[in-house]
């Protein structure tokens, strides 16, 4: 373990860990006839530990000196190779996420967002602030989520390189926490109520609606309700900016507002997803600070 963790990175120790997991539930769940698709994901998982291995070594191997140009290409791969696999983790999630529990726990989730409010926000939120401008403003919130992900460590990357390593391993030990859960808890949110689902899909108001309603129709993925890893790794984001890049942190604060909002309000997830992703996504900030330290001093 002492020579795995000197060949392999922080983020690269957290992905393996991670692959490994996911690998391990999901022969649980071909065991108990609980996984979906598993002859598609079990060869993909293989393959990006696999990857994961070949960098770290091909990195090693390369003189410092007499290569340094494919050493920096190579470190910056190794750097932000987890943000090119988030969609797929997320994705792939789906089938391994009703191993423990054989069916959809939603009734629990939505049962308490009507202890709260007395009826669904996911369902009457959209129909009584039913305006193109009301409809564009959260999901243009949402949908910033993008190139907030993307366009923040980028920045980083090339003008302030100690944010960049803090910020990318809190994503990515944020995001691994947020799929742990997810592969716990088949959660689907507001979508699971049909006539929300029916309305994720239409197209109407502006372009950000129109955006959001094709993505939900393109695609068939169901699950990663609870807590909400939109809002969760909006606040990681937030908190990074704050830190390094305060005026930046302040316009993401506002959009973090309005994106946990939407995520109600676009009929997305139920309230309750939306406080327990500020929740975990302060925690995953502040954890992910302290096992990158402990993973650093182990590797000394």
């Known amino acids: 373990m002492r020579k795995a963790s000197k060949l392999l990175s922080p983020i690269d120790l957290i992905t393996v860990a991670f692959c490994l997991w996911i690998l391990v539930y999901m022969l649980i769940g071909m065991a108990l006839g609980r996984t979906e698709n598993a002859s598609g994901h079990l060869p993909n998982y293989l393959s990006i530990l696999t990857g994961v291995f070949i960098l770290a070594w091909w990195d090693r191997s390369l003189d410092p000196v007499k290569n340094a140009g494919l050493k920096r290409i190579l470190s910056f791969i190794r750097g932000l190779y987890p943000v090119l696999l988030f969609g797929y983790f997320f994705t792939s999630s ?16 939505y049962g308490i967002d009507h202890r709260i409010f007395g009826y669904y926000p996911s369902l009457v939120w959209a129909q009584v602030y039913n305006h193109p401008w009301t409809s564009e403003l959260f999901h243009g919130a949402y949908f910033a989520y993008y190139p907030m992900i993307l366009g923040l460590p980028l920045y980083f990357w090339f003008k302030k390189p100690q944010a960049f390593k803090e910020l990318i391993f809190a994503l990515t030990f944020s995001f691994y926490m947020f799929y742990f859960l997810f592969s716990l808890l088949p ?3 507001g979508r699971f ?5 029916a309305q994720t899909k239409v197209y109407w108001a502006g372009p950000f609606t129109h955006i959001m309603a094709l993505i939900y129709n393109k695609t068939t993925h169901l699950g990663g309700g609870f807590p909400s890893s939109h809002v969760g790794i909006t606040i990681v984001l937030t908190i990074s900016a704050l830190r390094h890049l305060r005026p930046v942190g302040y316009l993401f604060a506002v959009i973090s507002v309005f994106l946990s909002l939407g995520i109600v309000y676009c009929q997305y997830h139920w309230f309750v997803d939306m406080l327990g992703g500020i929740i975990f996504g302060i925690i995953g900030f502040y954890l992910s600070l302290y096992v990158h330290k402990i993973i650093l001093k182990e590797n000394t």
């Open 187 to 189: 959660v689907v949110g």
């Open 193 to 197: 109520f049909p006539e929300a689902m």
């Open 94 to 109: 789906y089938s391994v996420n009703r191993v423990l529990f054989g069916d959809w726990i939603d009734p629990f989730f």
